[in-house]
């Protein structure tokens, strides 16, 4: 049987500076919905990379007295290292500076380019070069003598050149359409109001190209234009699956994506303009755009001045890797913004982490070691509060699934970490330690439920945790290739006789001063 495909992409994160917490957020989300899919049997194409033309680089470069490409060069490759220090599965990296991006803008261009909806003529208005963005002069407003965005806070400067533009007014009513024909194509919904309300104002024509600066891909028919940095970066998704070969195997199996995932400052971009671009091109636009919402350190907006900046890498090296991956996506609920901070990130760890599921795992394994020579047991029959365990994990199995679908992750992460506690609870209330001298059979029906309760649970936390994950499964001698949501279901996986390994401890509790 074939496998169904999944796309799913992170932004493309500017190399102007450090990668910081929501460079991280926006990565880590993607990595466990894609890992989810991936353990439910679908073939996942997990795209991340880097955004490396626009003034802002060029400004950036030149303040660091470097060329442009060799800034890129040294930035781009911190943020591959951080992937690997997030232990993303992302299954490529692009860089708009490669050939193959290249190629894929330029087309693009020439296929907006044909279909008559670019045109030259000269843009003067506000630019912001922090967000690479054009604001209307609704948008901006006056601070401590400077302008700057209403909307984002961002400087702004006057910019007057000549300039192609893309007709984006001729857009709106088919964009509107296309909202109401696909009502999930933007999520959270409070986010889409947001943006077909601002379609239904009226779109101007966008600016799509720039002259006064140099950094970028020329337009092809004219040297003296560079393309827009927007319309260049959100090209990444496609040229990474070979476009414009349209008949490859990636760009078949996997356009349109089922989901870019994304921060709430970038929705204009993914859900306005990208769209457009694709329907203007004549090809499909994605699935799915979501606008995740902002991480906040201890309820402020980080920054260097207020000195509140919390520096994933630190935190890993500190906390560990699945610590960090854990607290973000139980701490912050996707669609809203959330505030973190070191406190709350050691209680959550001490809590869900050292005393819920790592304890889970402790004291049964523990426990097999000492009363049965750490050999799984082999079952009696089960009774009435075995079922009910049991029960409780496969019935919710469709409703993880429609989680994880709907990018509720902080949700899908309360049900599992409250399997765990009910699994607790039942070792609890079982007392095979009492078992043992009363009733040897029973004591081996409860640990082997038990012990596939916490395999259960471990899969189910794989996508979250993977690096734990592949530990307990390692304690419990089973294959990695089976972390998979189907074997949930095969109640009698594990062999009664074989053994488990010895047991490190899986969560250390922090201090919490
Ligand atoms: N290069 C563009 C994206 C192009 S995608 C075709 C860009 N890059 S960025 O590096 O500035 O930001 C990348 C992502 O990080 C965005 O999704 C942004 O929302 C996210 N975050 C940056 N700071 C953030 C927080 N403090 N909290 C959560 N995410 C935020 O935009």
Redesign the pocket.
């Known amino acids: 049987m074939s496998k169904k495909n999944y796309y799913i992409t992170t932004?493309?994160?500017?190399p102007s500076g450090k990668p910081?917490?929501?460079?991280a957020?926006?990565s880590i989300i993607a990595d466990v919905i894609a890992r989810f899919k991936r353990i439910d049997g679908f073939s996942v194409h997990f795209l991340t990379g880097t955004?490396e033309h626009g003034l802002k680089i060029q400004r950036e470069a030149k303040k660091n007295n470097k060329d442009p490409k060799i800034f890129c060069d040294e930035i781009s490759a911190t943020f591959k290292s951080l992937a690997k220090i997030l232990n993303l599965s992302n299954n490529d990296f692009i860089r708009t500076t490669e050939d193959r991006h290249y190629k894929s803008v330029k087309d693009i261009w020439q296929k907006l380019e044909q279909s008559g909806d670019i045109y030259l003529d000269k843009y003067s208005g506000w630019y912001s070069v922090s967000d690479e963005a054009y604001y209307d002069n609704d948008e901006i407003e006056e601070k401590n003598g400077s302008k700057i965005s209403k909307i984002s806070g961002s400087k702004v400067e006057w910019v007057e050149e000549e300039s192609y533009f893309f007709k984006l007014s001729a857009w709106q009513n088919k964009l509107l359409k296309f909202y109401n024909d696909n009502p999930n194509f933007i999520l959270p919904s409070s986010r889409k109001n947001e943006v077909v309300n601002f379609v239904k104002k009226g779109l101007k024509d966008l600016s799509v190209s720039r002259t006064s600066f140099t950094w970028g891909i020329p337009v092809p028919s004219n040297k003296k234009h560079v393309i827009y940095v927007w319309l260049d970066?959100?090209t990444?998704y496609i040229s990474a699956l070979n476009y414009p070969a349209v008949e490859n195997k990636l760009y078949v199996n996997f356009w349109p994506a089922d989901v870019h995932i994304?921060?709430?400052?970038?929705l204009r971009f993914h859900a306005i303009y990208w769209p457009a671009f694709l329907m203007a091109a004549k090809l499909k636009p994605p699935k799915r755009v979501y606008g995740h919402g902002?991480?906040l350190s201890d309820d402020k907006k980080?920054s260097k001045s207020l000195g509140n900046i919390l520096d994933p890498i630190e935190i890993i090296k500190n906390f560990g890797v699945d610590q960090l991956r854990y607290y973000l996506i139980k701490e912050v609920s996707l669609g809203n913004d959330g505030s973190i901070s070191l406190i709350n990130l050691k209680n959550c760890i001490n809590n869900d982490l050292a005393n819920n599921y790592g304890n889970l795992c402790q004291r049964v394994f523990s426990f097999l070691q000492k009363n049965n020579s750490s050999k799984i047991p082999k079952p009696d029959k089960f009774e009435k509060e075995d079922k009910i365990l049991i029960d409780e994990l496969i019935i919710k199995l469709p409703k993880l699934r429609k989680l994880v679908d709907e990018q509720d992750l902080n949700s899908y992460v309360k049900e599992v970490i409250s399997l765990s506690f009910n699994s607790n609870k039942y070792f609890n209330d079982l007392e095979p330690w009492k078992l043992k001298k009363t009733n040897l059979k029973r004591m081996n029906t409860v640990l082997y439920c038990i012990l596939n309760q916490i395999r259960s649970i471990s899969i189910l936390l794989y996508p979250i945790m993977p690096r734990s994950i592949e530990k307990t499964f390692k304690i419990m001698n089973q294959k990695n290739s089976d972390i998979l949501l189907d074997k949930i279901k095969d109640f009698n996986f594990l062999k009664p006789d074989s053994s488990i390994n010895k047991t490190d401890i899986l969560f250390k509790k922090i201090d919490s001063d």
């Open positions: 932004p493309i994160y500017y910081h917490m929501g460079h957020y926006s955004d970066a959100l990444n994304i921060g709430k400052d970038i902002w991480i980080m």
